[in-house]
């Protein structure tokens, strides 16, 4: 059975930090591309932060560059996103996503809220 399982999200006052996980299983991990991605509400679901199977390459959305970092251990099955200098508009339901050729699946996703 495939799961993809975050957690790690919950209330931060702007300026915080959170890291979120995403631990795997069912599949290879470690073939698949791994993405964050976040949709607050009325907004649409965007691209946070993508990193490739072996974690040598990463890409972020404007938005967080300089702020998150994705990164992942597959040898945890798990990928992780560190948020620092959180501020309001951060605020999401954050979702992990794999994908490798055709295959891809998404988790349930963690709740962030940033407010003082």
């Known amino acids: 059975q495939v799961q993809l399982v975050e957690s790690g999200g919950g209330l931060v006052q702007p300026g915080g930090s959170l890291r979120l996980s995403c631990a795997a299983s069912g599949f290879t991990f470690s073939r698949y591309a791994m993405k964050w991605y976040r949709q607050a509400p009325g907004k649409e679901r965007e691209l946070v932060a993508t990193i490739t199977s072996a974690g040598d390459s990463t890409n972020y959305a404007d938005s967080v560059k300089g702020r998150f970092t994705i990164s992942r251990d597959n040898a945890k099955n798990t990928v992780y996103l560190q948020m620092n200098t959180l501020k309001p508009e951060d605020a999401a339901m954050y979702y992990c996503?794999?994908?490798?050729?055709?295959?891809?699946?998404w988790g349930q996703g963690t709740q962030v809220t940033v407010s003082s």
């Open positions: 996503h794999a994908r490798y050729s055709y295959s891809m699946y």
